[in-house]
């Protein structure tokens, strides 16, 4: 039986480790952690960042005109359709716009909101994907996601983003446990 035209897509590679990560009790919520930071960084990397970023900022002059912001942003939103998270930052930037926010404030705001946003989406897709496991049907799952959720920091990934430092950083590959001695991590 089908599940009709409101099926989700599959997973992308980044978020099937996150995943993984989550469905597995061994991981510490560090590690949960660090998979939901390189899957959002990973999904930014397709986001016009910097074009919203500089719209925002006007070029490091604050603007008076948040109409020609919000023209900015809507011809930006036509140049890349059919990208989530192109979509949803466009969105935060033109909330952030419409609230009277400027400069690093609105960059800020924007950023902040979009990788919430994006987490909010991916959740309901993972949630999706595990129902479609019955080996994951027993796990409280959506638990692990809401802890995950509370302890990720958005403004320190909006930071890393901001300043440039996520494209270069450690984010690239999840750490692995390879060795004899490297198993679950104990937490107090």
Avoid at 24 to 31: I, R
Avoid at 71 to 81: F, H, K, M, S
Avoid at 121 to 127: D, L
Wanted: proline fraction near 4%.
């Amino acid at each position: 039986m089908s599940d009709g035209p409101h099926r989700s897509l599959p997973l992308r590679r980044h978020w099937k480790k996150f995943l993984e990560r989550v469905v597995t009790p061994s991981f510490s919520s560090c590690e949960v952690i660090e998979a939901l930071s390189n899957a959002l960084i990973n999904d930014f990397k397709e986001a016009p960042v910097s074009r919203v970023l500089n719209i925002l900022q006007g070029d490091g002059q604050p603007s008076l005109f948040h109409e020609n912001c919000a023209d900015q942003i809507e011809a930006l939103r036509r140049t890349c359709p059919g990208s989530t998270a192109s979509n949803i930052l466009l969105e935060c930037a033109t909330e952030a716009n419409a609230s009277g926010l400027t400069g690093y404030q609105a960059v800020r705001m924007t950023l902040e909101n979009a990788l919430d946003a994006l987490f909010r989406s991916a959740r309901n897709s993972i949630e999706e994907h595990c129902k479609r496991k019955e080996s994951w049907s027993g796990m409280n799952i959506r638990t692990r996601l809401k802890d995950a959720w509370k302890e990720v920091s958005f403004s320190g990934l909006a930071s890393e983003i901001i300043f440039g430092k996520a494209a270069s950083t450690k984010k690239a590959n999840l750490t692995k446990r390879t060795g004899l001695d490297d198993g679950p991590q104990f937490e107090n």
